[in-house]
């Protein structure tokens, strides 16, 4: 799986305010990286940076490989069922094992639920299902764990970790503690300007 995401010198402004200045890394396969910080100091929008929503005020991102991301914005279809809704993604991402996902997210009791009556959680583990049935190199995860319980939260570590283990690359802003074996971590707080 060829993979890589750096930063170089990154800065955001957001309106007249500057969150963060001078973030530089470099994350090669098999790397995990936890962006840490409290509300509003910029994790969200370092994470759209990388996905290239965001224009950075200074600084750049290379990547290599294909980057999925996972954040507040659930893409799926909220008038389908689940399994209607996640069944489009995997035939349009070319999915060689559909269903697998949803079983390895406890989503299987939920397929004939439309979306729009999941809960927080359950939209989150469907959001990362089709996250897995992508099969991108580059994970970027904002707030993965909100709205999970210990099981769902246990199941999300083991995913990214085994993701990691596979030559993947997950980067993964939460201000909740997270189980990343290897993980090097980045506080935004010593980045503010």
Not at 16 to 40: T, V
Not at 144 to 160: F, I, M, R, Y
Request: hydrophobic residues 45%; proline residues 4%.
């Amino acid at each position: 799986m060829q993979a890589r995401l750096a930063a170089t010198d990154l800065a955001c402004r957001r309106g007249e305010r500057l969150l963060f200045r001078g973030l530089s890394f470099d994350c090669q396969p098999g790397s995990a990286l936890h962006i840490a910080g409290a509300n509003g100091i910029g994790k969200s929008s370092l994470i759209r940076i990388l996905a290239g929503l965001l224009r950075p005020f200074a600084g750049e991102v290379e990547s290599e490989g294909a980057m999925g991301l996972v954040d507040d914005r659930l893409a799926l279809d909220a008038n389908l069922p689940l399994g209607k809704a996640l069944g489009f993604y995997e035939k349009l991402d070319g999915c060689c094992d559909p269903g697998r996902s949803a079983h390895l997210l406890q989503l299987e009791a939920l397929m004939d639920v439309p979306v729009r009556y999941l809960s927080t959680g359950q939209k989150k583990r469907a959001a990362l299902a089709r996250l897995l049935n992508r099969g991108c190199p580059i994970w970027l995860l904002d707030e993965p764990l909100n709205g999970l319980d210990a099981q769902a939260t246990a199941s999300v570590e083991a995913l990214v970790a085994q993701h990691c283990a596979g030559g993947g690359i997950a980067v993964v802003a939460s201000h909740q503690e997270i189980a990343l074996p290897g993980a090097r971590t980045i506080d935004l707080a010593e980045y503010a300007a």
